[in-house]
């Protein structure tokens, strides 16, 4: 049974740069959410996508966005990158109708120079 | 409202000695509890979850956590940590819903275990 899987590793921008980010979630899960990780930082969330659509969103600017494909895989997409955005990207997913235990990949190192 | 506070951002054990990593919650509503594990430039991995079962949870590699409702803990705890325990840890939180319907997960800000040979 595969688990939650992320692409790429590791991905180095420029400031102002737009980027993606792919997961996906392990299998029999419909729920996948997105955290940023900053160096010594706990996870910070940025949203939550079901059915395609994102249902919560945590503080992050509209520089942030995702999409969810029928398959429930989905996508991070950060525009117009700045320095503070260089971080560890979390996917982890769920099943919505379950009691919020999240699996998560193994995360997408970005660096903004 | 729901949030979890982790008391001690750094601990330090011996290898063979007791971990003890602390975790107190707040939610309106009966909760759902998880400890994961974090190893350097890894995602989380979870390690226990309490689910409203049994209160004394048990998980991987020898880790444990007990449930006290009056106390509103989750603390984790191994009886004789390895060297391989030194980690960072997170204590999370959940069982609140939005207005939509779909649960919120509250994470702590972690402790960085440091285990001393």
């Known amino acids: 049974d595969a688990g939650v899987t992320q692409s790429p590793t590791h991905l180095i921008k420029t400031r102002g740069q737009q980027v993606t980010l792919r997961c996906s979630p392990k299998?029999?899960?419909?729920?996948v959410s997105w955290y940023q990780q900053a160096l010594g930082q706990g996870p910070q969330f940025i949203f939550q996508?079901?059915?395609?659509?994102?249902?919560q969103r945590g503080n992050f600017p509209d520089r942030f966005s995702g999409h969810q494909f029928p398959n429930y895989s989905s996508e991070l997409n950060v525009n117009a990158l700045l320095l503070g955005d260089s971080a560890l990207y979390l996917c982890?997913?769920?099943?919505?109708?379950?009691?919020?235990?999240?699996?998560f990949g193994p995360g997408t190192r970005l660096t903004v120079t | 409202a729901q949030s979890v506070t982790q008391l001690g951002s750094h601990v330090s054990v011996s290898e063979g000695a007791l971990v003890l990593l602390r975790c107190n919650y707040s939610?309106?509503?009966?909760?759902?509890l998880f400890w994961y594990v974090q190893y350097p430039n890894q995602g989380l991995q979870l390690l226990l979850k309490?689910?409203?079962?049994?209160?004394l949870v048990k998980g991987i590699n020898g880790f444990e956590a007990e449930f006290k409702k009056s106390e509103t803990s989750f603390h984790l705890t191994k009886p004789s940590a390895h060297m391989s325990d030194a980690a960072e840890y997170f204590c999370?939180?959940?069982?609140?819903?939005?207005?939509?319907?779909?649960?919120?997960?509250?994470f702590g800000i972690g402790t960085k275990l440091q285990v001393i040979p």
């Open positions: 999370a939180v959940s069982g609140l819903r939005n207005s939509g319907g779909y649960q919120k997960v509250t």
């Open positions: 996508y079901y059915e395609e659509e994102e249902r």
């Open positions: 939610s309106s509503v009966p909760p759902y």
């Open positions: 309490y689910t409203s079962a049994a209160t």
């Open positions: 982890a997913s769920t099943k919505t109708s379950g009691r919020g235990e999240q699996y």
């Open positions: 299998s029999g899960h419909d729920t």
